[in-house]
C-alpha cells in the first residue's frame, strides 16, 4: 500500500478524458487499494484515478458510516446507465479542488455498471449522497469538475479562470 500524489487545479490532465481499462491486473487492484488509502488519508469520499495522474476509466468511493453495504467501493469502467430527472442540491468539494466547497445539482437517483476487481460486471442503483458521489467521480473520467456545474461567476471567484 501507497499514499499517491493527488494533482490540482490548474493540472491540465484533470481535463482529459481517461481510457477504458482493457484487463483488470494486479497493479489495476494495488492501484486501487493505493486510492482508497490516499483517499481516506486526506478524508475524501471518493477518488478518481485520474486525480492520482493516471488515466484509466477507475473510481472508488467509501461514504464511511455503513451507509451502503457494498463498501468500498471499487469500479472499473463506470458507466450511469440511467439517472432520474430530478436533482438533489449537494455540497460539493473534491481533492483536486483544495478547499473550494459549493453546492451543485446532481440526480437524485442514478444507475451505473461497471466490473468489479475480480472482473465481474456490477449493477448498483443509488441515490442520495451516494448517487451524487458516482456522479462526481464518473465526471472525472470525462474531465468535468464539480466548479463546470456552478454559473460562471461563481466558478470565477472559486478557481479563476481554468
Ligand atoms: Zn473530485
Redesign the pocket.
Known amino acids: 500500500m501507497a499514499l499517491l500524489e493527488v494533482i490540482s487545479l490548474p493540472d491540465k490532465r484533470l481535463r482529459m478524458r481517461a481510457q477504458e481499462v482493457e484487463t483488470i491486473t494486479d497493479e489495476i487492484r494495488i492501484l486501487m487499494s493505493d486510492m482508497l488509502e490516499t483517499m481516506y488519508a486526506t478524508d475524501g469520499i471518493?477518488l478518481?484515478a485520474i486525480?492520482v495522474g493516471i488515466l484509466k476509466r477507475i473510481a472508488v468511493i467509501d461514504l464511511g458510516e455503513a451507509r451502503f453495504q457494498t463498501a468500498p467501493l471499487k469500479m472499473v469502467n463506470p458507466e450511469i446507465i440511467w439517472e432520474i430527472d430530478e436533482k438533489q442540491v449537494v455540497p460539493d468539494g473534491?481533492?483536486?479542488v483544495p478547499d473550494q466547497f459549493a453546492e451543485t445539482l446532481r440526480p437524485k437517483a442514478l444507475k451505473v455498471r461497471f466490473r468489479d476487481e475480480n472482473d465481474r460486471v456490477q449493477e448498483l442503483e443509488a441515490e442520495g449522497l451516494l448517487a451524487a458521489c458516482i456522479h462526481?467521480?464518473v465526471d472525472?473520467l470525462n474531465g468535468v469538475?464539480?466548479v463546470d456545474h456552478l454559473s460562471p461567476l461563481k466558478r470565477q471567484i472559486l478557481v479563476g479562470r481554468v
Open positions: 471518493g478518481a486525480q473534491c481533492l483536486s462526481h467521480e472525472h469538475l464539480f
